[in-house]
């Protein structure tokens, strides 16, 4: 006897907004007991127990179903992407500025927000905490890590034909 | 086999093959036609996918008039998410990392086998900060929530309600901007 099951597509979006809802709920309770400290981390965490847990109860009731597992996976993926843009945009956050800073500024004002290597240094540190890059003698060498990540990049860019990246 | 066969029934699961079919001829078409070459393609390859969509609609909208079934749009409904995701959660967001990953560009100048001195790099992309300062203050105006008057920038209406938006999720969510 198969594991997989065929359900209407209303119950199988039924099934997977119920799960999708239940999932946000208890994140919104992680994150208000632990803060914006590794939310991506916390998140994608949460989504993989999440769909393990729907996984495991549709094999338990031999009942797995494609259609079910990929709306809830999106939904929770669209729901992450939604989140991480909201904390991390800059569009946001230089909107955010201008309205506590009255609602005018010149553009030299956003500087504040997004200027000079503020950026640029604060995702140099990310790189290097990953370990794309180490440093030594005062120069910053690309790792075995780094070049894997490049490699796949520009696979990536030859197949999709993106010429002009950066 | 069960493991393909979503709904049980021929009409319904055809409703989310063709949507993953056109969605693969999009694909097709967009490597075809060199869409994503150039320095600006998001815009194109939206605006092609959007056909493709519409396409979709109209096979779609000719089975529901052919057998109408709360089933049938129900797979409808499906396929019209199954074709959107794929399009804006998956594709488009190997196309940025792929495009305009700013921590990817950092990691490829250091590709150099010599590596390269942590304040040339950093020279090399202070100029970035300006041009990606300007192209979202660009973007504000563009979508309305920011007007320039004389240099200056004016919050508007829309603007004041997104941030407000924006700032009441992230209280409920105990979440603070990074």
């Known amino acids: 006897m198969s594991i997989f099951a065929a359900i209407s597509?209303?119950?199988?979006?039924?099934?997977s907004v119920c799960w999708f809802s239940a999932g946000v709920m208890i994140h919104l309770i992680i994150c208000r007991l632990t803060g914006t400290q590794k939310y991506m981390v916390k998140g994608l965490a949460f989504g993989l127990l999440l769909m393990l847990c729907l996984l495991a109860s549709q094999a338990y009731l031999r009942s797995i179903n494609i259609a079910v597992l990929y709306y809830t996976f999106t939904l929770w993926l669209a729901y992450m992407m939604f989140f991480v843009n909201l904390l991390n945009s800059v569009t946001l956050?230089?909107?955010?500025?201008?309205?506590?800073?009255?609602?005018?500024?010149?553009a030299k004002d956003f500087s504040v927000i997004f200027g000079g290597n503020m950026g640029i240094n604060s995702r140099?540190?990310?790189?290097?905490?990953?370990?794309?890059?180490?440093?030594?003698?005062?120069?910053?060498?690309i790792t075995r890590k780094g070049k894997l990540l490049t490699s796949i990049i520009r696979l990536l860019r030859r197949v999709i034909g993106i010429t002009e990246a950066g | 086999m069960a493991m393909l066969d979503f709904f049980?029934?021929?009409?319904?699961?055809?409703?989310?093959?063709?949507?993953?079919?056109?969605?693969?001829?999009?694909?097709?078409?967009?490597?075809?036609?060199?869409?994503?070459?150039?320095?600006?393609?998001?815009?194109?390859?939206?605006k092609a996918n959007f056909y493709f969509l519409l396409a979709y609609i109209a096979i779609g909208l000719t089975c529901l008039c052919r057998s109408f079934s709360w089933h049938l749009a129900a797979a409808f409904a499906g396929g019209i998410f199954l074709f959107i995701t794929l399009q804006q959660i998956y594709f488009m967001?190997?196309?940025?990392?792929?495009?305009?990953s700013v921590s990817v560009t950092i990691v490829e100048a250091a590709?150099?086998?010599?590596?390269?001195?942590?304040?040339?790099?950093?020279?090399k992309f202070s100029g970035n900060a300006d041009a990606v300062r300007l192209n979202r203050l660009e973007q504000m105006k563009f979508l309305g929530l920011a007007t320039e008057q004389k240099g200056k920038y004016i919050i508007t209406g829309r603007g004041k309600f997104f941030n407000a938006l924006g700032n009441i999720i992230l209280k409920i969510w105990g979440l603070e901007r990074l």
Request: glycine residues 8%; proline residues 1%.
């Open chain 2, 93 to 100: 967001a190997l196309v940025g990392l792929a495009k305009k």
């Open chain 2, 8 to 46: 049980g029934n021929a009409a319904c699961n055809f409703m989310i093959y063709s949507s993953f079919f056109i969605f693969i001829v999009f694909l097709a078409f967009m490597r075809i036609m060199n869409m994503a070459a150039g320095k600006t393609c998001h815009a194109k390859l939206n």
């Open chain 1, 9 to 15: 597509p209303s119950k199988a979006m039924l099934i």
């Open chain 2, 111 to 123: 590709e150099d086998s010599n590596g390269i001195e942590e304040n040339k790099l950093t020279e």
């Open chain 1, 124 to 141: 140099l540190k990310a790189i290097k905490r990953n370990g794309f890059l180490d440093e030594n003698a005062g120069r910053l060498h």
């Open chain 1, 93 to 106: 956050k230089m909107l955010d500025f201008l309205n506590r800073k009255g609602g005018t500024l010149n």
